[in-house]
């Protein structure tokens, strides 16, 4: 028997792919004394950091992934080791897991790797990463090539999903910000045949992208443009602006940049859509979406936003009606707003 086709559901791939994160924050939270300091007392993100000597926004995506596996709990902004963790994870208790924790640290990159981005709040290095490159606006062409490929892999179910949202009913022409290989486009003009769609991207990912726009056979409604979002002007006369993935790359101030030129240029009644895998609004969770943030912790200068940050950045920028649904494609949701 053949493979079979592409399903709406990929979530096994994902949760065993981003399964490699969940010792490694236990073994790092071990390392720098995280449980003891919350142990007695329940503390605030910022006057923790200060005590373990850490980068506080960095503290914060780290609790929220041990707060999905169960080791941390968070009540009115504060945070405090579990009972699993007061009783399995404390240097003075009798069930102490720290010889066999610190036995494997020392065997694991992402361990020495998540310790260092912990402390410094930088992405890792050493770690793949093409943020640099996207806010200079170019990279190699051989580097597009293969990150292209790259997301272009794990986007397949989640496109799909996104082509059958309902809000995409009214929209004709579409502009995907930092598009990639143009996937959520291509599903997009599949599914719908009314619909054109560019791709807003660096010069190097637009050639990288073309292949396949050609392999789809969509050459007539789903193009490329290269433009360094960061420092150029961005095409006009869209019904929406379309970021998959994206505003997970950045910092709040960079986003607030991207929604506020995303709003001056859609036309009265444009559409702003974020495409991205949602925290739970307490930062709790879950699971996906805090491993998730983890991997752009290392990675990215970004991480996983929950809906009312999101929706911070979105109404600070001028947008109104913003609201977030599943998509039915793994673990993502669909934010969209409206330009009043």
């Not at 292949?211 to 409604?221: D, E, S, T, V």
């Not at 607030?256 to 739970?280: C, V, Y």
Request: contains cysteine.
């Amino acid at each position: 028997m053949g493979p079979l086709p592409a399903t709406r559901d990929d979530r096994a791939i994902w949760d065993n792919w981003l399964s490699m994160y969940q010792f490694p924050i236990v073994t790092v939270a071990d390392t720098i004394g995280l449980f003891p300091a919350i142990a007695a007392h329940a503390r605030a993100t910022a006057d923790l950091a200060t005590q373990l000597d850490v980068d506080a926004r960095a503290l914060g995506i780290h609790l929220g992934l041990l707060a999905a596996l169960g080791f941390v709990e968070r009540r009115e902004g504060l945070w405090r080791a579990s009972a699993t963790a007061r009783t399995w994870l404390h240097p003075e208790g009798e069930g102490y897991y720290g010889p066999l924790i610190r036995r494997y640290s020392e065997g694991l990159p992402l361990h020495s790797q998540l310790l260092a981005t912990l402390r410094t709040g930088r992405k890792a290095e050493g770690h793949v990463s093409a943020v640099d490159e996207w806010e200079r606006g170019e990279m190699p062409a051989d580097m597009a090539t293969w990150l292209t490929a790259f997301m272009n892999a794990h986007s397949r179910a989640a496109a799909k999903s996104v082509a059958q949202q309902p809000l995409l009913a009214d929209i004709r022409t579409l502009l995907d910000v930092g598009g990639g290989s143009g996937i959520y486009s291509i599903e997009m003009a599949k599914a719908r045949s009314g619909l054109a769609a560019t791709i807003m991207e660096i010069p190097q990912v637009c050639a990288a992208a073309e292949p396949y726009i050609a392999a789809a056979g969509l050459g007539a409604r789903v193009r490329t443009q290269a433009v360094n979002m960061f420092k150029q002007e961005w095409p006009r006369d869209y019904d929406a602006y379309f970021f998959s993935n994206v505003f997970h790359d950045w910092s709040d101030a960079i986003n607030q940049l991207l929604a506020k030129k995303s709003f001056d240029a859609l036309p009265k009644s444009g559409r702003i859509l974020l495409h991205e895998m949602l925290m739970d609004d307490d930062g709790c969770g879950p699971l996906p979406a805090a491993a998730f943030s983890v991997l752009m912790l290392l990675a990215t200068k970004g991480k996983q936003y929950s809906l009312p940050e999101l929706r911070d950045i979105l109404e600070g920028a001028g947008f109104t009606e913003v609201e977030a649904a599943t998509t039915g494609g793994g673990y993502y949701s669909l934010v969209s707003a409206r330009k009043p």
